[in-house]
């Protein structure tokens, strides 16, 4: 790993994503969980110091970044969501199957390196770090959590990528109007231990008009390799409230204002539940299901 520029301010809402949401000003809507509204240049918002460092407090021959790691998924954005968007067409259907070829591998890298980043992946890693400490290794308090979980999902990108580019279903989400919220948590039942959960899945917005929700069913057809969905308005709505329940502080939307999430307002990342099934809903069952019913040859 590189050695580390202390206080370089690394963005979970990386800027080649962040400018799509970007109005005629060049600045996008972020909204608090107070419900405030503010406009800000993508390079201001979405970002942690040090986020990506691995730091020991003191000068270290150990001391190290993993930032490198997501730039082959940065350098992926901006002509991933540009071929995405070009395959919307205005005569396509409710469904319709996709072939990634090339492209598939760009989506894997892409999809893990928003999850690995996102603010809810290392809140949720230092929890468990507390108490793997507290409950199976005996501390008596938990000890350097934050420096712990940095280490724990640093080379978490390559795997995650690996598998997300070779199992599973991809289903491309289109909005029927750019209206698709990002948020500092996303909706997904990964974590920084190996393997991933059998049945794993990971939904985000690539764009206010394109999000991609990937999962692992227990059979699938070999072809379509994606399938690409038009909702409408209300299931765009179903896919903003999630955001926000998986969501702690941050959201950036299109629109001036966005009706808020009452799970929001507590400044806490939730979780889905239905029928006592973590990071499941009606809305995402239907999606999956609706992704498995193509198959080629049909």
């Keep these: 790993m590189k050695r580390p520029i202390q206080g370089e301010k690394h963005h979970w809402f990386p800027k080649c994503v962040s400018r799509g949401w970007a109005g005629p000003d060049g600045k996008v809507n972020r909204t608090n969980s107070r419900g405030d509204t503010r406009r800000f240049h993508p390079k201001g ?9 691995i730091l020991f407090g003191k000068l270290s021959p150990w001391e190290s970044t993993f930032e490198p790691a997501f730039d082959r998924a940065d350098n992926a ?3 991933l969501i540009r071929w995405l968007s070009a395959e919307i067409k205005p005569e396509t259907k409710r469904l319709a199957g996709l072939m990634l070829r090339d492209r598939r591998a760009e989506v894997g890298e892409c999809l893990a390196s928003l999850v690995i980043r996102s603010p809810r992946m290392r809140a949720q890693t230092e929890r468990y770090v507390a108490q793997r400490q507290t409950q199976w290794m005996g501390f008596e308090k938990p000890q350097r959590v934050e420096q712990t979980a940095v280490i724990s999902i640093s080379n978490l990108q390559r795997d995650f990528a690996r598998e997300m ?13 750019p209206s698709f919220i ?10 920084d231990t190996w393997p991933l959960p059998l049945r794993a899945m990971a939904m985000v917005a690539f764009s206010p008009s394109i999000a991609v929700l990937w999962f692992c069913p227990d059979h699938q057809p070999l072809f379509p390799e ?6 409408d308005a209300q299931e765009v709505a179903w896919f903003n409230d999630l955001v926000q329940i998986y969501s702690r502080d941050n959201l950036f939307h299109v629109q001036d204002k966005i009706a808020i999430h009452p799970s929001f307002t507590a400044n806490e990342h939730h979780v889905a539940m239905t029928d006592g099934a973590k990071n499941r809903t009606p809305a995402t069952d239907l999606w999956m299901e609706e992704a498995l019913s193509i198959q080629w040859p049909g």
Excluded: C, Q, T, W
């Design 226 to 231: 994606a399938v690409m969905i038009r909702l």
């Design 165 to 177: 580019s070779s199992r599973g279903k991809i289903a491309i989400l289109v909005a029927p109007e």
């Design 45 to 53: 918002v979405g970002y942690r110091p040090d986020g990506h460092n």
């Design 77 to 79: 954005f901006p002509s």
């Design 182 to 191: 990002f948020g500092d948590g996303m909706m997904h039942n990964l974590h």
